[in-house]
């Protein structure tokens, strides 16, 4: 076709080379290195190239270089198909297309290229930045398009084009996203493997793991509490539960999760609240003791773990109730409390001495042994620090006796083991506590510097009973935050502690900014839709329904722009209307009216070239220029002349 | 004083529409007109091939603008300017811009006077109805910004004194194109404040013909009488405000100006004044061919002359042709 044959012009070249550097910039971070090098010098090149005018490669060169882009990615990733090596094959392409512009049709295949490349980013992150870069390349891509049509106007006239386009898309952008079908899981159910194991706690806890955590001030989840939040010391975000101890580490039992009603009965008051997970690729579910209903899709295991059916790699929000004052395990079973008071058969002396002493003293009477061991803690005058000491062998004794400084994993440790030496069942939960209310929005932001462990002990008729022994010798850490309670000159992440407030208020801002994000637009679940559409009047919604509302809602947009451009039209001059019924005929005759000439020089032409009709041509012509162009000769007969045009032209039979 | 008055006094002595109003685009974007002058006995045997150009300088004196006439040496720049002052019957001063004019050799200065024993103030050439400022761009940008002040601002001050300038004032400046050796181009902002720049030319080879045989220009130009009395020319330049444009045409001017700052083939587009000027020498030109209303062939005829010297295009090494300017606008905005 002629019109695929026009070739590209220099302006164009610009505009296409603007909107596949927009659109491949972004994904750079993701590709590898060579690739990311060839296509930028490739899309430089071309750049010079159009500057200084040179002629295009051949065609043989293209297909060289297409090849060898294809080998090196097939080298890289071994194969052509999944996310990265498709992505990285198109980029690659989208550099040699470029290469290649010869004409209308390939401009149009780099738009294409373009619009589809801005898509593929979201596989990969889906965070405010990553909407706003993408709108910003939809916008050139848009401009670009409409360059590849008439590339005369200046650039910002064609940006601002683009983007009246794309404001008149946003209201079926907006019903596309309300109405249409939800399905459950990721983005069209693509594996999420960027999830990094580091990221988190684990199912075992050695010294120096949650002080690893320490360093780290990524978000884990984030709490919205119906009312005032409770008191800091009440927020034990509970996780993994470890009963099983090998003399370093302790780890959570191997039981699977049954239970889908709690395995106790709840008392006293409650506090609800909403929690929104992020995604830390583990199936811990953080919850406040202790809940009465749990969350769809988990369930607990015998110790009171709270886990999820599935590892959770998409944000995950839940309602759940607190009810402090329940007591749990009064009735534990036997092979627990064994589980519970297990110890390697050699190792930490000292403390074990001084545990049997204990049990000498007050023999079955636990709570007086809790006691007293709560009062060995203070007496040692152990102090928190997030850089404790290396221990190599006997790490309890170590820390007891010798260090003295440790953090929470090992008073939890130390706590748990010398009463379980002393013929208490103790175990360690670990989990968060705390969090740091952000002001903006007032949610509850829990970081994993907020990682924390402590202890359950079984006491008789009472059950399990949470002791914290790093409440001990550092309350602060409890009362207010770990960095409060960490020595001055330990390191901690940035912001960690209540210096520079103006950073950390544009911090709030911009974590608040980015809840929003997580709550309504990623977070806009099946459920979430639910609620919504509810919340608008449908009563039950389904797909069907959903889809019936969008395609009815689409039509109706589509008739209200339909039924603005028709009133535009309208407000074309009558006789002007009249003047193109008048034009279009002389038009079939052979003599084309030019938009912006003159009627009289059109007259005039056309009279010459149709000498027949000189006469009425003339006399049209002159009549609607005084119409159109002299003073209305009276205000009440303005309607006659328009009335006599339109007669001398519906008359006219050129 | 109506259009048909204007009519009476102007379209059968001197002025009648000899450019066809009929006339199609191509040769009305280029200033060579195809007949000869024939019913102004004065500018008949003076400058025969250049009606087109005296009827669009014309206009620009009745829409109370400022003219630049720009050409080669020797084609008839400063001799225009003369026939024009003398048909229009005002009083007219001629001054030679040369490199080492000063402003007071304009506007003039104050010399003590030994009789009075104070300070007299002898004006300039610049205190007269019509200044034919010759060769404008041969004295510098100071001297050339003291007549430019003037031409705006329609007043002179000297020495703290202002004082106002005769009523009707014009400025007829010729220039040569700027690649001349020994000129100092006019920047666009002065530039801006002459309404219409004409370019005259080679006369076609008849009208050249008629040149060589007749007499000398000097004498003919002496023999001239005026046309219009002062008091003629200010009712015709209130006629000229009078003649009406549509709402229609306006938004057609409007449109042009839209498109000039919106194309990117100039660096900037037409200022507001240059569209008011647009405008006001359509009017004159409506006039001149005897319609009381604006069409938008006027607008198209006049457009050259007013937007040739505002644009400047973005790739001027190319240097595109005059009436090509013009053209690629017209060609651009469609009626409304």
Redesign the interface.
């Known amino acids: 076709m002629a019109r695929n044959n026009r070739p590209v012009s220099q302006r164009q070249t610009w505009w296409l080379l603007a909107a596949a550097l927009s659109a491949f910039l972004p994904l750079s971070t993701l590709l590898s290195p060579w690739l990311v090098m060839s296509a930028t010098a490739t899309m430089l090149l071309r750049g010079w190239m159009t500057w200084r005018q040179w002629r295009l490669p051949p065609r043989w060169l293209l297909v060289l270089l297409t090849i060898a882009a294809t080998a090196g990615v097939i080298a890289e990733y071994r194969t052509m198909f999944g996310r990265l090596p498709g992505i990285s094959l198109l980029s690659a392409f989208l550099a040699l297309k470029l290469l290649e512009l010869r004409g209308a049709r390939d401009a149009m295949a780099v738009v294409l290229l373009c619009y589809f490349l801005v898509l593929t980013q979201f596989m990969f992150t889906q965070s405010i930045a990553t909407a706003f870069m993408a709108c910003v390349t939809v916008l050139i891509t848009t401009a670009t398009l409409a360059a590849a049509t008439d590339d005369r106007p200046a650039p910002q006239l064609l940006l601002r084009r683009a983007g009246v386009l794309l404001l008149q898309g946003l209201p079926f952008m907006l019903l596309l996203f309300i109405l249409f079908p939800r399905v459950q899981g990721p983005l069209w159910g693509l594996p999420q493997d960027r999830i990094t194991a580091s990221s988190g706690l684990s199912d075992s806890m050695a010294p120096g793991s949650i002080a690893r955590l320490s360093q780290s001030d990524t978000i884990a989840f984030r709490v919205q509490f119906e009312g005032a939040p409770p008191p800091q010391h009440m927020l034990y975000w509970r996780g993994p539960v470890m009963p099983a101890f090998d003399g370093r580490s302790w780890r959570v039992s191997r039981t699977s999760a049954q239970r889908t009603v709690p395995p106790f009965r709840v008392t006293g008051t409650s506090q609800n609240y909403e929690v929104t997970l992020e995604p830390l690729g583990k199936s811990w579910i953080f919850a406040l003791d202790y809940p009465d209903k749990l969350p769809p899709e988990s369930a607990y295991t015998e110790d009171l773990q709270l886990l999820s059916r599935q590892p959770i790699r998409t944000r995950f929000r839940y309602s759940m109730s607190a009810f402090p004052d329940t007591s749990v395990g009064a009735d534990e079973t036997a092979s627990m409390l064994t589980e519970s008071l297990q110890l390697p058969s050699g190792g930490n002396p000292r403390t074990r001495e001084v545990a049997a002493k204990w049990r000498e003293k007050y023999g079955d009477n636990t709570e007086a042994i809790v006691t007293e061991a709560e009062l060995f803690f203070l007496r040692q005058l152990l102090s928190y620090t997030l850089n404790p000491p290396l221990l190599s062998e006997d790490v309890i004794d170590g820390f007891l006796f010798e260090s003295k400084r440790g953090f929470c994993e090992h008073f939890a440790s130390a706590f748990a083991f010398a009463l379980r030496a002393a013929g208490v069942p103790a175990r360690i939960v670990a989990g968060y506590q705390g969090g740091e209310v952000n002001p903006v929005d007032g949610y509850l932001t829990v970081r994993q510097y907020d990682a924390h462990a402590w202890t359950e002990v079984w006491l008789k008729d009472r059950g399990w009973v949470r002791f914290d022994p790093t409440a001990i010798s550092a309350p602060r850490r409890i009362a207010d935050n770990f960095a409060a309670a960490a020595p001055e000159n330990d390191a901690l992440p940035f912001l960690a502690r209540n210096n520079m407030a103006w950073l950390r208020e544009v911090r709030n801002r911009m974590e608040a900014a980015t809840n929003v994000w997580n709550q309504w637009v990623l977070g806009y679940t099946p459920q979430r839709q639910r609620e919504f559409l509810q919340g608008l009047g449908f009563k039950s919604p389904d797909w069907q329904e959903m889809t019936a509302t969008l395609a009815a809602l689409c039509g109706v947009v589509l008739l209200a722009l339909t039924a603005w451009i028709l009133y535009q039209r309208k407000s074309v001059d009558p006789a002007f209307r009249q003047w193109l019924k008048f034009t279009q005929r002389l038009g079939k005759r052979g003599v084309q009216w030019h938009v912006w000439e003159d009627p009289l020089v059109f007259a005039d032409r056309a009279a010459k070239a149709l000498p027949t009709h000189a006469e009425p041509i003339r006399e049209i012509a002159g009549a609607y220029a005084r119409l159109r162009y002299a003073a209305p000769t009276h205000a009440s007969d303005h309607g006659t002349p328009l009335a006599h045009l339109r007669a001398r032209i519906t008359a006219f039979r050129p | 004083m109506t259009y048909n008055a204007a009519q009476s006094v102007i379209i059968p002595q001197s002025l009648s529409s000899r450019v066809h109003?009929?006339?199609?685009?191509h040769h009305a974007t280029t200033y060579r007109p195809r007949r000869s002058w024939q019913r102004c006995p004065g500018c008949k045997s003076s400058h025969s091939w250049q009606d087109k150009a005296i009827k669009l300088a014309l206009a620009c004196l009745l829409a109370r603008g400022h003219l630049l006439i720009e050409d080669l040496p020797g084609v008839g720049k400063t001799t225009l300017a003369h026939v024009l002052a003398r048909l229009l019957g005002l009083d007219f001063q001629r001054v030679q811009f040369t490199s080492d004019m000063l402003p007071a050799d304009i506007i003039g200065v104050s010399v003590f006077d030994r009789d009075s024993g104070s300070f007299r103030f002898h004006p300039g050439p610049i205190f007269t109805q019509v200044v034919v400022a010759d060769e404008i761009n041969r004295a510098t940008p100071k001297t050339q910004s003291a007549l430019l002040e003037a031409m705006e601002e329609r007043q002179v001050t000297v020495e703290g004194a202002t004082r106002p300038l005769p009523e009707p004032f014009f400025v007829i400046a010729t220039q040569n194109p700027a690649h001349q050796i020994g000129t100092f181009p006019l920047p666009e902002s002065q530039l801006d404040r002459f309404l219409i720049r004409i370019e005259l030319g080679y006369p076609d080879p008849a009208a050249e013909r008629e040149l060589l045989a007749g007499d000398d220009r000097r004498t003919m130009l002496s023999g001239l009488s005026a046309c219009l009395t002062p008091t003629q020319l200010i009712e015709l330049q209130q006629a000229t405000r009078k003649i009406?444009a549509?709402p229609?045409?306006i938004d057609y001017v409007q449109a042009i100006a839209a498109y000039t700052r919106?194309?990117?083939d100039w660096h900037a587009g037409l200022s507001p004044r240059a569209s008011l000027g647009l405008l006001a020498v359509a009017r004159a030109w409506a006039l001149l061919s005897g319609r009381?209303?604006?069409?938008?062939?006027d607008v198209?005829i006049v457009l050259p002359g007013v937007v040739q010297h505002r644009l400047r295009p973005v790739d001027d090494q190319l240097r595109v042709g005059a009436g090509d300017t013009a053209s690629k606008i017209?060609?651009?905005?469609?009626?409304p």
């Open positions: 109003p009929r006339r199609p685009l009406h549509a229609a045409l919106a194309a990117p009381d209303h604006v069409l938008p062939e198209q017209i060609e651009a905005v469609p009626l």
